[in-house]
């Protein structure tokens, strides 16, 4: 009849708004994970995977044992036929198993009460009620279902694994349903009911039955189809088969136990389940609505298994590998270098390096005078500062000076002596500093009647001459303890002649040239040591 559809399809709409309220959960949880390279939870049977998978040679692991969950409910349990159903009570007990992340299997026993009362008198006789009396019953069922169920809502791609498992339900029910109706009283007569006012609402009407009926459902109600001899009444069992469907939706409490509210509907095809059918008979056949809470827990050992698939987001592991690699083959970055140099293209700031040329950290030819043309051009590899700027060559300009433009050539000559630099206030001779002293070194040694003036530049204050000394004083003590190159060889300027602050000028000393190979320093309160 239209009210059935009516109540079933009002079922299915809550149910769909509630789902949709619970569906979308942008929870971080992640206790359902598990550790996929770990072989304690994977079965022998697909150990053989996961070995390929752990040598590289396979991109999938294998699927984790999983837990068992048993399932208790409760709940209200009500016929949708032609007679208006009153609340009943249905239990039960069930066990389900994952398929996969997304399909699992459960088995369940149902047992349930229902009850119904017409709310209008029959206008001829039907079964064991005659014309005027109002029909009624009881239901006691028992049920047993294999039904699949779909998770509908773990595969989440902007989420880790589900808080809340919403789930839809399709299987097969097989039941013995004991149908009795009350239509004598205690006298074994029909009852009277000519003193309802069934024009009147229907609490009143309800209630006016209530008060005539004595609820001993003497009687086995009209079927058809086969009984059999088992139930509070001899014949009085009616064996079904039916369809299930419904939904539902399961919260996560613990890694053990949920708490679910679940919508079942069992069609078993048969207009007599609530022991009545229309006049004239219709074809709608009555229907189970079962609206239940479910206790559910986790069976199995933690440490052998997993929760159940469906509480575990299947691209977890996809994520947490892209997130925190630890078994996918990383292949070595390969970066471009055009000059082969050895500095990226990325960082390279001269891209079209000659090969074999050295270069420093930034890609650039070295320069190892600093005076603008790169060594592998350069044709005077060492060029003093006072020498420069130099021409395309990289070759300086050393005038003499005006006071010994006229004096005779001195007859040493060893050749144009690099000027050392020191950076800030540092007297520290660096590694590149020494390889150019080393190389005045080895020409002093060729040229042992040679001497060479080794010059500082200070400014006019007593801290800037003081540097200066040490800085000469620092040049000097190098050449002579790590070159072996006699003191004498050296004479000491430290002040007076204009130049670079931050450099020690070597040259070759002429006759002219005459001074002390040491000083006593200018103010040795001052001295430097680094």
């Known amino acids: 009849m239209a009210s059935k559809k009516y109540l079933f399809l009002a079922g299915l709409f809550s149910l ?34 996961q070995s390929s998978f752990l040598n590289t040679q396979s991109a999938y692991p294998a699927k984790p044992r999983d837990m068992w969950e048993l399932g208790l409910s409760a709940g209200y349990h009500f016929i949708i036929g032609d007679l208006p159903g009153l609340p009943g009570f249905g239990g039960g007990i069930s066990l389900r198993k994952s398929l996969g992340h997304v399909f699992s299997v459960r088995a369940e026993y149902v047992g349930s009460f229902d009850y119904g009362q017409g709310y209008k008198p029959l206008a001829s006789r039907f079964g064991p009620w005659g014309a005027g009396e109002v029909p009624n019953y009881r239901a006691e069922s028992h049920s047993l279902s294999v039904d699949a169920l779909a998770t509908l809502n773990n595969i989440g791609f902007y989420r880790a694994n589900p808080k809340v498992d919403v789930y839809a339900l399709l299987g097969y029910s097989l039941m013995s349903v004991d149908v009795d109706v009350d239509a004598l009283d205690g006298n ?63 919260f996560r409490l613990s890694k053990r136990v949920n708490l679910a509210v679940e919508q079942k509907f069992t069609l078993p095809f048969d207009d007599y389940v609530d022991g009545y059918t229309s006049q004239p008979y219709d074809e709608t056949k009555d229907l189970f609505s079962y609206s239940n809470l479910r206790l559910n827990f986790n069976l199995g050992n933690s440490s052998k298994r997993t929760e159940p698939l469906w509480w575990m987001n299947p691209l977890d592991y996809a994520y947490s590998e892209l997130n925190n690699p630890r078994h996918m083959k990383l292949p070595t970055p390969v970066l471009p270098d055009a000059d082969g140099d050895g500095v990226t293209d990325q960082f390279d700031q001269d891209p079209n390096t000659p090969a074999g040329v050295p270069v420093d950290v930034h890609g650039k030819p070295l320069d190892t005078d600093g005076d603008g043309v790169p060594d592998y051009k350069d044709k005077q590899l060492i060029t003093p500062t006072y020498c420069q700027p130099v021409d395309a060559d990289g070759v300086g300009q050393c005038p003499d000076p005006e006071c010994c433009k006229n004096m005779k050539a001195a007859v040493c000559d060893l050749g144009v002596l690099p000027s050392i630099t020191f950076s800030g206030r540092s007297v520290k001779v660096g590694n590149d500093q020494q390889a150019m002293l080393a190389d005045v070194a080895n020409r002093m040694r060729q040229s042992p009647d040679c001497k060479v003036v080794v010059t500082g530049h200070a400014e006019a204050s007593k801290a800037s001459e003081q540097l200066s000394w040490d800085r000469v004083n620092a040049v000097i003590t190098y050449l002579t303890e790590k070159e072996g190159i006699s003191g004498d060889r050296f004479i000491f300027q430290y002040s007076g002649v204009p130049g670079d602050n931050h450099t020690v000028d070597l040259r070759t000393a002429s006759d002219a040239d005459q001074g002390p190979n040491m000083v006593p320093p200018p103010h040795p309160n001052l001295r430097r040591s680094k």
Do not use: C
């Open 16 to 49: 769909l708004v509630t789902s949709t309220a619970f569906g979308q959960d942008n929870s971080t949880y992640t206790g359902g994970s598990y550790d996929y390279m770990d072989t304690a939870y994977v079965p022998s049977s697909r150990m053989d995977q």
């Open 188 to 250: 074994g007569n029909p009852y009277n009911y000519s003193s309802v006012n069934f024009g009147g609402k229907r609490s009143d009407i309800r209630k006016a039955i209530k008060d005539i009926r004595d609820n001993d459902y003497e009687q086995n109600a009209p079927s058809q189809g086969n009984r059999v001899p088992i139930g509070r009444m001899k014949d009085n069992q009616l064996l079904r088969h039916g369809m299930d469907l419904g939904a539902g939706i399961a």
